[in-house]
């Protein structure tokens, strides 16, 4: 009775089975059998099922088509394939036969079971001196580079890259006096114990590091194993000269920029470390925004992402790919890639949500870099790297993973940027190109119209360029959130609209004053709002003025103590006397109208001079200078000038 249920195995994972329906290559057959005796996936092996094929039903479920082969096909199929294995697979396979029932009773189902094997199999043909085969993703592929060291370390074939020896390395290339710092500064140095003994090929300073050193079966040489090269020699890229790092900074956002700064990083693997991120800390330096009251200080980029970055690269590097590992410094990013794909039993999803159980290429390494506390112990390097950009406000890195490299590519916090380019826009206005300077503005606010720092640049540089109008274009289109801004653009934004010449000064001002009104009820300085008052003086808006003064008065008791604040109301109803001055004086008004206009104005200099009284006091009382002589004599000048004009009107 059949051992095999084709229906169950049907059911299997596919990395299990493999359909082949019509044999058309015996060649294929065998590096499948070869693959699955591999088992790279850690299955326990797996089948190949001759005559049979999978396909889907009318439902588009799993269906089985067994077609069998002829009685002659079959065990020429079994003889050939049989044969291959045992002549041209090493070390050679024997795999078990079984022939089950097809549909049609003139033929047979062949399936060759491949159970998991303790070593790993090549397969040569005609054309080659030997392949190693592996399943990957349902498919039989030739294991090259990384996938075949990976293969042979897992069968014990080849031991793993650190734990190998350079035919070249001697005892006497090692910087011992580093090799014993660094043992004091983890713990595992005896004092009781002299340099040679921890040399010595049964020395072992942990269960999870071999021996520092191995000797040689015949010659009796001390050879240091590669990891101790790369911890501890004197040049470890004498024996090793790919296993460097390479250090690029370009003032741009790629490599076009026609000036650049490229460096070799050399040494021992704790000298790379070290001298790549004195470069990097650089790039964590820290921006002071006192214009952002929750947020005033931000990090370009967090000094916990760089450094679990580097070390990452360093430590989990394909040793022997020949490439360095290269960090990349951009105006806004950092790129750090490592040579080498991620090890075949991780994730790539998992591992970029930083859940990755630690899988270590160079365990030794590794081992060291943890106990001197540059590395993480539980693979939690890219969880530090995601949660840190997080918590500094940092878009998140992304990693590109392919065949040959890992690359993380940590942005810039968004507001550097923003910097950045102010920065350039205001460098534009200093040299009075305003049209450049526009132009830049007008982009970041597409992006965000609702920046505050833009805004008021934008504002700044079109009063300085004479374009208000443009300003009230921008805002027109945002009216029904102005709320959005804060008090300080409210204010820019009200100042350049109040500078809008006909035939949209009405509008403009109308928007004004409704972010004046916005403006006043928050939490906006008194200076933002002299400097308001003192702009609606200067272009004769005087009642604007006193409304404005009054609302802060009302909205902000404790500005009635500013001597500067009272000598600023003082001259705005100064002012209104003067216009109602100038208003009696026009020929077309009525002789009551005349009297009217001569009596408000003498109660505006009342008032004017009760204000410009106080602000005198408040001064002298806080120790404040106060010069006004000039307001003083005006009013008294224009009182005089009032009186007689209205006896005069009167007559």
Known sequence: MPSIDLKKLSERESEQV?????????????????????????LGGGYVVCGAKETQDVHGFKKMETVGLSSQRLKEVEGRVIDACRQYVEPPLAPRVEVLPADDPARRILVFIVPASKQAHSFRT?????????????????????????????????????????????????????????FQRIGVWDSTKSIEDYLAPESSVSPMVPSLCIREPLTGVLRPRNYAVLLFAHNPQRFYPDLHAIFSHYPGVD??????????????????????????????????????????????????????????????????????????????????????????????????????????????????????????????????ILRSMKEEGCPAPKFDLTATSVLCTMP??????????????ERAVLLGNYESAIEQLTELLNKDPFNFRVAELFCETHRAAGSSAEVLSFITRYKHQLDRFPPMAQLQIAESLLSVPDPQQQEATNLAKRLIRLATQSGVEEKAVHRLVLGLLSRQQSQDALDIIDRSLTDHPSWNDLATFRRLRGQAL??????????????????????????????????????????????????????????????????????????????
């Not at 019509?22 to 590096?31: G, W």
């Not at 592929?141 to 031991?159: D, F, S």
């Not at 810039?412 to 826009?425: E, F, I, S, V, Y």
């Open 126 to 182: 005609k054309n080659d001196s030997g392949k190693f085969y592996v399943r990957i993703d349902h498919q039989t592929r030739e294991a090259r580079n990384g996938l075949m060291r990976e293969l042979l370390v897992r069968k014990n074939a080849l031991e793993p890259w650190d734990r190998r020896c350079h035919p070249d390395a001697r005892v006497e290339d090692l910087d011992l006096l580093a090799m014993r710092d660094t």
């Open 255 to 384: 490599r076009a920029e026609p000036f650049s700064e490229r460096r070799e990083v050399t040494g021992s693997l704790m000298s790379q470390i070290r001298s790549l991120l004195e470069r990097l800390n650089t790039e964590a330096y820290m921006i002071i925004d006192k214009t952002d009251a929750e947020e005033p200080n931000l990090v370009k980029y967090p000094r916990k992402a760089l450094h679990e970055a580097v070390v990452n690269a360093l430590v989990h590097r394909d040793c022997e790919a020949h490439h360095p590992v290269r960090v990349t410094v951009f105006e806004d990013r950092v790129e750090v890639l490592s040579p080498g794909a991620l090890p075949s039993s991780v994730d790539e999803d998992v591992f970029r949500q930083g859940r990755a159980m630690p899988v270590w290429r160079n365990q030794s390494l590794a081992w060291f870099l943890n106990k001197l506390q540059l590395a993480q112990a539980e693979g939690q390097g890219i969880a530090t």
């Open 18 to 42: 493999e359909w082949k329906e019509n044999v058309a290559d015996i060649h294929d057959v065998v590096r499948t059998i070869t693959a699955f005796a591999n088992d790279f996936a850690n």
């Open 412 to 425: 810039a916090h968004p507001r550097h940027a923003l910097m950045r380019q102010l920065q350039q826009a």
């Open 574 to 651: 100064l002012d209104l006397a003067l216009q109602c001055t100038q208003a009696a004086g026009d020929p077309k008004l009525t002789a009551r109208l005349k009297r009217r206009a001569w009596d408000q104005c003498q109660e505006y200099l009342d008032e004017a001079e009760r204000e410009l009284r106080t602000a005198l006091e408040l001064g002298q009382k806080d120790g404040t200078p106060s010069t006004l002589i000039q307001e003083f004599e005006q009013v008294r000048n224009l009182r005089a000038h009032a009186t007689k004009m209205r006896s005069t009107t009167t007559t």
